[in-house]
Structure formats: structure tokens, C-alpha cells
């Protein structure tokens, strides 16, 4: 297990003997109260926002200084640095858009690791979708350091990539899930913060391993989404409505999240990114990025993804045709431009 992960194990299981001892559930997260989170983004801000809800004592940094106007308003401290943050935190959780942001947010000038090999906080919580080799090189530079303070229950910090699923409206509402790799101890200590901003948080291994599970999810989801909006074109051109033909798959073999959750059809299901000209929810640009991501991977171990790939070279193009700000949803228009679309 190694010393590290033995002095987490350790942590728990006090904090297990604690609970049996009868001690509250406020002294028990104690130790993951002050939260520093970096990345206000579509995702991100949500995330914050219900950490605060929940109690936790959150500080705030982004590059946009509009978005953190907006959290400095409503009381919630913001800092000019991810180091700053970091100087008055128990835990990091960060949410950037790619690889480079986080390994700037960790590595570069005014960064998480600035203040070289003594470190505040002891958890750092990734949930980022990034390729497994960033994760695990930002775990490997975490568990080489150490802490400005030794704690009772721990003189080591620890790494944990926690990517996501569920999109901007689980992210609001808190029913995200959360797909983590590294040490099992830091993912038992850390599942209560998780679950304040998800429904769902599922264990998947060592380091990068979370990583690995959201491109992999990605992936099947931008096929997915591009097989329905195919089928729903194929319909309409056929003379069926989108409408009943999503009540027929909604009830059939073809049901999915891509049909009954975030129907790509303008005008069939209210909530969603189809229903207002695809603004807002996951765009087009970030799918291309986290299928170039798996694609990247799969190359490295010498995996062939023919779906993958194609759906990957459909994505790029819906960028260049100037839809990369659009959800990804709007792939539908790649099939299909009819007027009668319900």
C-alpha cells in the first residue's frame, strides 16, 4: 500500500471509530471544511454553489473576474490565485476545460504547487476531463510532497481524478456522478464532499483511472448521440415525427440518455439544449476535445476505434462549420434541416 496510503487508511479509519463514539457528523468532515474550488465555468460554478448550500466553507477562483464578481456578491470569498486559494484550504477541487489549464493551475506561475514541496491542504480533488497521463503525472508531483503542518490525521496529501457525468443540469441540481481514481482510502474520505454536488460517486481504481472511465463514457455518449440523431433524421425523411418516434424508442430497444434525457430534436422534450437553439449545457468543442483525448489514448495502447474515430471527425468538422460553441446535441443538424421537426 505504501506510507501514504497506509496514513490515509489510518485517517478513515478514525474517523469511522469517531462515528462510533457518537461525535457529529459536523466534527467527523472537519477535516474536508474549507473547500478551495477553481474553475467557475458552466460546470464549475454550479459545483461551488452547492458546496456552499451544503455548508462546506468554500473559496473561489476563476480567470473571469465577471464570474467571480458574481460569487464575491453573494459573500462568497474569491482569490486572485489558485495558490491563494490554496493558503486557506483543507481540500482543492478544481474544473478546467482541458489538460494544459489544469496542468497551469497545478505546475505554472502563482499554481497549486508553487510553493514547491510544502503544501496546505492535504486532499486535491480533479474534476476535469483530461487523459489519464495528466492525472497520473499530477498525482505523482502531489504524493512527492509534503504538508506546511503535520496533522493527527495525516502528514501527506493526496490526489484523487474525479470527473463527471451528467451535464450542466446535473450540475445544478447536485446529481452529478462522480467517477474517481487513485488512493480507495482518500475516495472513502472524500465521498461525503462528492456527494454534496452528485448522486453518484463510483470508485474505479488507482490514479488516472477515473480519467480513463469518463473519456471512455464520453466517447460512448457522442456515438450514442450521433446514432439517434441519425435514426430521428432517417425518420423524418421517412414522414414520422420526431415526436413519436421518440415515444417509440423512449419504450423500445433504442431507449437511452441521448432520446429520454437530452433529446437532440428542437421542440420534442423542454430543458435541454435542443429546445433553445442548442445554447448552453456541453459544447460541441468540448466533445471534440475529450474524443481527441480518447483517441489520443487508444493510439497509445494500440487500440483501433473505428466509431470513435468517425464520430470524432464529424465533431471536428460541426466545429469548423462554426457550431463548437453549440451542445453537442446540435450534431442532429448534421443530418438532418428539415422545417417539420416534431
Same mark, same amino acid.
Given at each position: 500500500?505504501?506510507?501514504?496510503?497506509?496514513?490515509?487508511?489510518?485517517?478513515?479509519?478514525?474517523?469511522?471509530?469517531?462515528?462510533?463514539?457518537?461525535?457529529?457528523?459536523? #466534527?467527523?468532515?472537519?477535516?474536508?471544511?474549507?473547500?478551495?474550488?477553481?474553475?467557475?465555468? %458552466?460546470?464549475?460554478?454550479?459545483?461551488?454553489?452547492?458546496?456552499?448550500?451544503?455548508?462546506?466553507?468554500?473559496?473561489?477562483?476563476? &480567470?473571469?473576474?465577471?464570474?467571480?464578481?458574481?460569487?464575491?456578491?453573494?459573500?462568497?470569498?474569491?482569490?486572485?490565485?489558485?495558490?491563494?486559494?490554496? $493558503?486557506?484550504?483543507?481540500?482543492?477541487?478544481?474544473?478546467?476545460?482541458?489538460?494544459?489549464?489544469?496542468?497551469?493551475?497545478?505546475?505554472?506561475? %502563482?499554481?497549486?504547487?508553487?510553493?514547491? =514541496?510544502?503544501?496546505?491542504?492535504?486532499?486535491?480533488?480533479?474534476?476535469?476531463?483530461?487523459?489519464?497521463?495528466?492525472?497520473?503525472? &499530477?498525482?505523482?508531483? &502531489?504524493?512527492? /510532497?509534503?504538508?506546511?503542518?503535520?496533522?493527527?490525521?495525516?502528514?501527506?496529501?493526496?490526489?484523487?481524478?474525479?470527473?463527471?457525468?451528467?451535464?450542466?443540469? #446535473?450540475? $445544478? #441540481?447536485?446529481?452529478?456522478?462522480?467517477m474517481v481514481g487513485?488512493?480507495?482510502?482518500?475516495?472513502?474520505?472524500?465521498?461525503?464532499?462528492?456527494?454534496?454536488?452528485?448522486?453518484?460517486?463510483?470508485? /474505479?481504481?488507482?490514479?488516472?483511472?477515473?480519467?480513463? #472511465?469518463? @473519456? /471512455?463514457? %464520453?466517447?460512448?455518449? +457522442?456515438?450514442?448521440?450521433?446514432?439517434?440523431?441519425? =435514426?430521428?433524421?432517417?425518420?423524418?425523411?421517412?414522414? &414520422?415525427? +420526431?415526436?413519436?418516434?421518440?415515444? @417509440?424508442?423512449?419504450?423500445?430497444?433504442?431507449?437511452?440518455?441521448?432520446?429520454?434525457?437530452?433529446?437532440?430534436?428542437?421542440?420534442?422534450?423542454?430543458?435541454?439544449?435542443?429546445?433553445?437553439?442548442?445554447?448552453?449545457?456541453?459544447?460541441?468543442?468540448?466533445?471534440?476535445?475529450?474524443?481527441?483525448?480518447?483517441?489520443?489514448?487508444?493510439?497509445?495502447?494500440?487500440?483501433k476505434c473505428p466509431?470513435?474515430?468517425?464520430?470524432? $471527425? @464529424?465533431?471536428?468538422?460541426?466545429?469548423? !462549420?462554426?457550431?463548437?460553441?453549440? !451542445?453537442?446535441?446540435?450534431?442532429?443538424?448534421?443530418?438532418?434541416?428539415?422545417?417539420?421537426?416534431?
Open positions: 500500500m505504501g506510507v501514504v496510503g497506509w496514513r490515509v487508511r489510518s485517517m478513515v479509519q478514525q474517523w469511522g471509530w469517531n462515528c462510533r463514539r457518537g461525535l457529529s457528523s459536523a #466534527a467527523v468532515r472537519s477535516q474536508l471544511e474549507n473547500v478551495g474550488f477553481i474553475g467557475l465555468g %458552466n460546470m464549475g460554478a454550479h459545483m461551488a454553489r452547492n458546496l456552499v448550500m451544503a455548508g462546506y466553507k468554500v473559496t473561489v477562483h476563476d &480567470i473571469n473576474e465577471n464570474t467571480m464578481k458574481k460569487f464575491s456578491d453573494d459573500g462568497i470569498p474569491t482569490k486572485q490565485s489558485p495558490l491563494e486559494v490554496s $493558503e486557506s484550504s483543507d481540500v482543492i477541487i478544481t474544473m478546467l476545460p482541458s489538460s494544459a489549464h489544469v496542468l497551469d493551475v497545478y505546475n505554472g506561475q %502563482n499554481g497549486l504547487l508553487a510553493d514547491g =514541496a510544502n503544501l496546505g491542504p492535504w486532499l486535491y480533488i480533479d474534476s476535469s476531463t483530461v487523459d489519464p497521463q495528466t492525472s497520473r503525472k &499530477i498525482s505523482m508531483d &502531489i504524493s512527492r /510532497c509534503t504538508l506546511k503542518e503535520n496533522k493527527a490525521y495525516n502528514d501527506k496529501p493526496v490526489m484523487l481524478d474525479a470527473p463527471v457525468s451528467g451535464g450542466v443540469p #446535473a450540475a $445544478e #441540481a447536485g446529481k452529478l456522478t462522480f487513485g488512493l480507495e482510502e482518500a475516495y472513502l474520505a472524500a465521498k461525503p464532499l462528492l456527494l454534496s454536488m452528485g448522486k453518484n460517486a463510483i470508485y /474505479c481504481g488507482g490514479p488516472g483511472n477515473g480519467s480513463v #472511465a469518463k @473519456i /471512455c463514457n %464520453n466517447m460512448a455518449m +457522442a456515438i450514442s448521440m450521433l446514432g439517434v440523431s441519425e =435514426a430521428f433524421a432517417l425518420g423524418q425523411n421517412l414522414g &414520422i415525427k +420526431a415526436s413519436v418516434l421518440t415515444d @417509440i424508442f423512449n419504450c423500445s430497444s433504442a431507449r437511452c440518455w441521448s432520446s429520454d434525457t437530452y433529446n437532440p430534436v428542437p421542440g420534442v422534450m423542454m430543458g435541454v439544449p435542443s429546445s433553445r437553439n442548442y445554447d448552453g449545457g456541453f459544447t460541441s468543442k468540448l466533445m471534440t476535445k475529450d474524443l481527441d483525448l480518447a483517441m489520443v489514448s487508444a493510439s497509445g495502447v494500440g487500440f466509431f470513435g474515430s468517425q464520430a470524432f $471527425e @464529424i465533431y471536428r468538422k460541426l466545429c469548423a !462549420d462554426g457550431c463548437e460553441l453549440k !451542445d453537442f446535441s446540435c450534431a442532429f443538424r448534421h443530418y438532418y434541416d428539415g422545417k417539420d421537426e416534431n
